[in-house]
């Protein structure tokens, strides 16, 4: 028997514990700050939100908490960064001990997403859209978690991975 909400990095045990949909909170997790991005309820678009500078993690889940209740979160997408060949290093150590503590800080599931390419994916698209090089140091962060979120949702709605 599992105590609190699941954290997985299945999608389909995620799915299963969301099965009445909603919509999501995506973060991409750094050592500085954590990058925050939410999608709908019926999980077909991510959209950017904002960067937040991590502090203490009380100070830090206290404002995600507050977001959960504006959006109506039901879940949570957090980015999992492995290594080129699928390994695991200290970064995506710290990323699950991060996913067990908001999960149980805001008493919702957590799905842990590969987020290989993710930052460089966010960066291209922020070209793409001519966007000055300040602009992207601003935001890419919270690009980076919608890439992470909509690859998440794209899984979870269509079946693909």
Same mark, same amino acid.
């Given at each position: 028997m599992v105590d609190g909400?699941?954290?997985t990095d299945n &999608?389909?045990?995620f799915g299963d514990a969301l099965a009445d949909g909603g919509a999501l909170l995506g973060l991409d997790?750094?050592?500085k700050s954590v990058g925050v991005a939410t999608c709908d309820a019926g999980? &077909?678009?991510a959209t950017a939100g904002k960067t937040l500078q991590r502090g203490k993690f009380t100070q830090d889940s206290g404002k995600l908490r507050e977001l959960v209740r504006e959006r109506s979160i039901k879940g949570v997408v957090i980015g999992l960064p492995r290594n080129m060949d699928g390994s695991e290093g200290p970064r995506a150590q710290a990323s699950r001990a991060y996913a067990r503590n908001i999960a149980a800080a805001l008493d919702l599931p957590v799905l842990l997403w590969d987020e290989r390419w993710s930052t460089a994916?966010?960066?291209a698209a922020m070209i793409g859209q001519d966007m =000055? &090089? =300040?602009?992207r140091a601003e935001r890419i962060d919270a690009h980076a978690a919608a890439v992470i979120l909509q690859g998440a949702i794209d899984a979870l709605a269509g079946g693909g991975f």
């Open positions: 909400p699941i954290v &999608r389909l045990d997790v750094g050592t999980w &077909r678009y994916s966010a960066e =000055s &090089r =300040s602009k």
